[in-house]
């Protein structure tokens, strides 16, 4: 199995971990940053959303019968679920910019290679690299 880390023998002990150029972290932080700005950008939209639609909902609930009411409310928690979603996954991005200033972001959990900087800007959360990834989804 061919891995482009293949010229480095790291990951068998956790002192010998590869390292990271600057260049390369700096990438991801960017890639982090950017990620975390679009995800702030979103909740705040989504937010606005909300409160409108739900004015639109209050303004317009004369007429309601209980069904109305009812898909209303699980409309609002639908929409405030979503909300909290994107909420999670930009605290989520936070986390991953810690780490990375502490150094312990991203590095495969299972053979302790780096994770390509592409795959981290695409999945902020990633923990395991394509290769580690593709084993365990096989299992
Ligand atoms: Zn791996």
Same mark, same amino acid.
């Given at each position: 199995? @061919?891995k482009?880390?293949?010229?480095?023998?790291?990951? *068998?002990?956790?002192? !010998?971990?590869?390292?990271?150029? /600057?260049?390369?972290? %700096?990438? =991801?932080?960017?890639?982090l /940053?950017?990620?975390?700005?679009?995800?702030? !950008?979103?909740y705040? *939209?989504?937010?606005?959303? =909300?409160?409108?639609?739900?004015?639109?909902?209050?303004?317009?609930? !004369?007429?309601?019968?209980? @069904?109305?009411?009812g898909?209303?409310t699980? #409309?609002? #928690?639908?929409?405030?679920?979503?909300?909290?979603?994107?909420? %999670?996954?930009?605290?989520?991005?936070? *986390?991953?910019?810690?780490?990375?200033?502490?150094?312990?972001?991203?590095?495969? %959990?299972?053979?302790?290679?780096?994770?390509?900087?592409?795959?981290l800007?695409?999945?902020?959360s !990633?923990?395991?690299?394509?290769?580690c990834?593709?084993?365990?989804?096989?299992?």
């Amino acid at each position: 199995m @061919a891995k482009p880390a293949d010229t480095r023998t790291a990951g *068998r002990k956790p002192v !010998a971990k590869a390292t990271r150029s /600057a260049a390369e972290t %700096e990438k =991801i932080r960017a890639a982090l /940053a950017a990620r975390r700005d679009e995800l702030r !950008a979103e909740y705040d *939209r989504t937010l606005s959303e =909300i409160t409108e639609l739900q004015r639109d909902r209050l303004t317009d609930s !004369a007429g309601d019968d209980q @069904a109305d009411t009812g898909t209303k409310t699980f #409309e609002r #928690e639908q929409e405030i679920s979503l909300a909290n979603s994107i909420l %999670e996954r930009s605290t989520q991005v936070e *986390r991953a910019l810690e780490r990375l200033d502490e150094g312990g972001y991203g590095w495969c %959990e299972r053979c302790g290679n780096p994770i390509p900087v592409e795959r981290l800007a695409a999945f902020p959360s !990633a923990t395991l690299c394509v290769t580690c990834k593709q084993l365990e989804e096989r299992r």
